[in-house]
């Protein structure tokens, strides 16, 4: 689903530089999130933003923090990379209303993240 | 607090037998489950989700709330159906919490 983009798809960096993820999405959603997945461990949620004065923090925020630019921005920064944040990044978005529930969730194609 | 529990991280069947991903949760409140499947080189997606009761290309999945599971079976299991597969529970703050992922394998 091309509505929800993520920028870049692959980043190679060295531990404790300063990495932003970026996402986008055109879908109109008001909620978006991001997510890690590990290997084994599935997908977790870091943050999560149900419009753009609101932002939560999930089940694993801690060496990360987020932004909410506009109502289609998300981005998610790394302030000091460390190697156990290597992992593959999702952003999702997820709609109010309508016959749909707010559980459905639409992914971006994922950030493959590799801290040396 | 909610969990999902998905035992198996790698299922393997021949094309043709039937298959079966556990799915076990646990939530104090009104669940909704969801399935939510990975092919390889596309992004996740929505498989079904079990308000809606429907099958999504073969797959049906029941919500058994006296034994807290939300098992995704298919009758025949074809090639293309190799995939990730990832069991979900929405809770009441707009959330989704995700089971560890199943990798389906369907050999020829």
């Known amino acids: 689903d091309a509505d929800v983009t993520q920028t870049p798809r692959n980043r190679i960096t060295k531990t404790g530089k300063r990495i932003m993820l970026e996402c986008s999405q055109t879908?109109?959603?008001?909620?978006m999130y991001w997510y890690r997945q590990d290997p084994g461990l599935g997908l977790r949620l870091i943050y999560y933003?149900?419009?753009?004065?609101?932002?939560n923090k999930g089940e694993i925020s801690d060496g990360y923090s987020v932004s909410r630019q506009a109502q289609a921005k998300f981005s998610l920064s790394l302030e000091s990379a460390i190697p156990n944040q290597t992992a593959l990044y999702f952003c999702?978005?997820?709609?109010?209303?309508?016959?749909?529930?707010?559980?459905?969730?639409?992914f971006g194609p994922g950030t493959r993240l590799t801290v040396t | 607090a909610q969990r999902v529990t998905q035992p198996e991280k790698l299922l393997s069947v021949f094309k043709g037998a039937p298959v079966e991903l556990k799915c076990n949760y646990s939530?104090?409140?009104?669940?909704?489950l969801f399935w939510y499947v990975q092919y390889s080189r596309q992004r996740l997606q929505l498989l079904l989700r079990?308000?809606s009761r429907e099958s999504i290309k073969g797959f049906t999945a029941d919500l058994n709330k006296g034994e807290t599971s939300f098992h995704l079976k298919k009758p025949f299991a074809q090639e293309e159906d190799s995939a990730m597969y990832y069991c979900?529970?929405?809770?009441?703050?707009?959330?989704?919490?995700f089971g560890q992922g199943t990798i389906l394998t369907v050999h020829p």
């Open positions: 999702a978005t997820a709609g109010t209303g309508g016959h749909k529930s707010t559980y459905e969730q639409y």
């Open positions: 879908k109109g959603h008001d909620r």
């Open positions: 933003s149900f419009d753009v004065k609101d932002i």
């Open positions: 939530y104090s409140g009104s669940p909704e």
């Open positions: 079990h308000i």
């Open positions: 979900a529970l929405g809770t009441s703050y707009g959330k989704l919490t």
